[in-house]
Nanobody
Framework: QVQLVESGGGLVQAGGSLRLSCAAS????????MAWFRRSPGKEREFVAG?????YYADSVKGRFTISRDNAKNTVYLHMNSLKPEDTAIYYC?????????????????WGQGTQVTVSS
């Protein structure tokens, strides 16, 4: 079992950047497909970006966000550039032990508590 803790959220102006971190403990993240999801006010939680042996992104963030992993630090990152007010959400890190590389949250077994990102216009 792996425990996930997100950090790096905050308040930023539109056009700005943030880097979210997801620190894992308990097991190495190298055996999991990892992903970031987000839940905006009044909306369902949605896929943002994933990383396994490749990276994959939601269309809404492609070209602006980059997911990466540092297996030595057991940490996954989400680099967010050109932020927009519609990126405002709670961002969650998730791990998939089956390495299915899916965008469906049901495929993910472990979740962090989330970190708030607020983008002002």
């Amino acid at each position: 079992q792996v425990q996930l803790v997100e950090s790096g959220g905050g308040l930023v102006q539109a056009g700005g950047s943030l880097r979210l971190s997801c620190a894992a403990s308990g097991r190495s993240i190298s055996i999991y497909a990892m992903a970031w999801f987000r839940r905006s006010p009044g909306k369902e939680r949605e896929f943002v970006a994933g990383i396994s042996w490749r990276t994959y992104y939601a269309d809404s963030v492609k070209g602006r966000f980059t997911i990466s992993r540092d297996n030595a630090k057991n940490t996954v990152y989400l680099h967010m550039n050109s932020l927009k007010p519609e990126d405002t959400a709670i961002y969650y890190c998730a791990a998939d032990r089956n390495f299915s590389q899916g965008t469906d949250q049901a495929r993910y077994d472990y979740w962090g508590q989330g970190t708030q990102v607020t983008v002002s216009s």
